[in-house]
Each structure stands twice: as C-alpha cells, then as structure tokens.
C-alpha cells in the first residue's frame, strides 16, 4: 500500500470500479497483520476507506438517476414471475 500512498488518483477521478478495488485493498490491509501498518498509517487507509465508500455510493447514485432517467420510470426491485 506504501507504493501507491504517492501516486494515489484523487477519489473523484476514479471509477467505480478502480474504487473498489482500492477499498478492497484497503480491507486486506486493514485486516492483515496489525504490525505491518503503524496506528498513522492505519488511520490514513482508514480515512481513504471512508471516502472511497463515500464516492462509490455517489457513483450508484448517479448510475440509478441515469437508469431511471433513461427508462422514463421509477426502479422497481427485481421479481421472477413463478407463474
């Protein structure tokens, strides 16, 4: 994670897909051997980490807006007619 500390893109040019797998990474770091990240360090992924989720929701957002717009409808959840 220290490699990508200086040439991390800021949160608002990521897609949501670079997104999450950064946050994903960020998780395994967080989850893994306490002794490798110093209480800073952990607190900084952990700040990346909450914004990271932060863009990600606004990213779905804007996805479902655009969906709906599209379909001139509002989303209905999803359900197989068994009939």
Same mark, same amino acid.
């Given at each position: 994670?220290?490699?990508?500390?200086?040439?991390?893109?800021?949160? %608002?040019?990521?897609?949501?897909?670079?997104?999450?797998?950064? /946050? %994903?990474?960020?998780?395994?770091?967080? %989850?893994?051997?306490?002794?490798?990240?110093?209480?800073?360090?952990?607190? +900084?992924? =952990?700040? +990346?980490?909450?914004?990271?989720? +932060?863009?990600?929701?606004?990213?779905?957002?804007?996805?479902?807006?655009?969906?709906?717009? /599209?379909?001139?409808?509002?989303?209905?959840? =999803?359900?197989?007619?068994?009939?």
């Amino acid at each position: 994670m220290a490699k990508s500390k200086s040439a991390a893109k800021p949160i %608002e040019e990521l897609s949501y897909e670079e997104a999450m797998a950064e /946050l %994903e990474g960020i998780v395994e770091a967080l %989850e893994g051997d306490a002794s490798q990240n110093p209480l800073e360090e952990s607190i +900084r992924l =952990f700040e +990346r980490g909450q914004a990271l989720v +932060r863009q990600c929701g606004a990213l779905l957002e804007a996805a479902q807006l655009k969906v709906q717009k /599209l379909s001139g409808e509002s989303l209905v959840p =999803f359900e197989e007619d068994s009939e």
